[in-house]
């Protein structure tokens, strides 16, 4: 049985809880101080609908200050989880700008993407509500969850679904030829 891999970028603004997310799922581990990410790479095998898939994640870095390093993690990304924290607006406000640096380094209209609210267990602080970020993902034409690394919502589910995203991609690709013989 052959094994797929698929490459999964994480992005969305500073402190959202990209990297909590990531090292709950490829750990089991809430992180709940670190330093800021520049850039961390893991790799975890997962079991999607009985297909053994193994993600290699690459947590990107929220600050501006890297924001140049972002066209290069999404050439090579083949998946995108875009984070933002519910008790933060901006940070909802932020991914526009990135979904649409994705679509025009990829050079297409659409591609495998699930847009990500974190932090639910903090309910009383949200800013974000769920209609709205349901509206948005409407929009966009991907999934929407809301997360939290603390309490172990949603995070398999998520990285579950963007590996279905991939997976369905690249059927259709695959299918439509790609592929000459020159004899």
């Given at each position: 049985m052959n094994v797929k891999e698929?490459?999964?970028?994480?992005?969305?603004?500073g402190g959202v809880g990209k990297s909590a997310l990531t090292?709950?799922?490829v750990t089991g581990q809430f992180v709940e101080k670190y330093d800021p990410t520049i850039e961390d790479f893991y790799r975890k095998e997962i079991d999607v609908d009985n297909n053994p898939s193994?993600?290699?994640?690459l947590d990107t870095a929220?600050?501006?200050q890297f924001a140049s390093m972002r066209d290069l993690y999404i050439k090579n990304g083949q998946g995108f989880l875009l984070i933002y924290s519910l008790l933060n607006r901006q940070t909802f406000t932020d991914l526009k700008?990135?979904?649409?640096?994705i679509l025009r380094v990829k050079?297409?209209?659409?591609v495998p993407l699930i847009l990500v609210g974190n932090k639910s267990d903090m309910f009383d602080e949200r800013e974000v509500s769920a209609n709205e970020a349901k509206l948005l993902a409407e929009e966009w034409g991907c999934p929407h969850f809301e997360t939290s690394a603390k309490n172990n919502n949603n995070v398999d589910e998520v990285f579950a679904e963007i590996v279905r995203r991939m997976k369905t991609t690249?059927?259709?690709?695959?299918?439509?030829?790609?592929?000459?013989?020159?004899?």
């Open positions: 698929y490459k999964v970028v994480v992005l969305g603004s090292v709950k799922f193994i993600l290699e994640i929220g600050t501006e700008p990135m979904r649409d640096q050079n297409t209209e659409s690249q059927k259709g690709s695959s299918s439509k030829g790609g592929c000459c013989v020159v004899l």
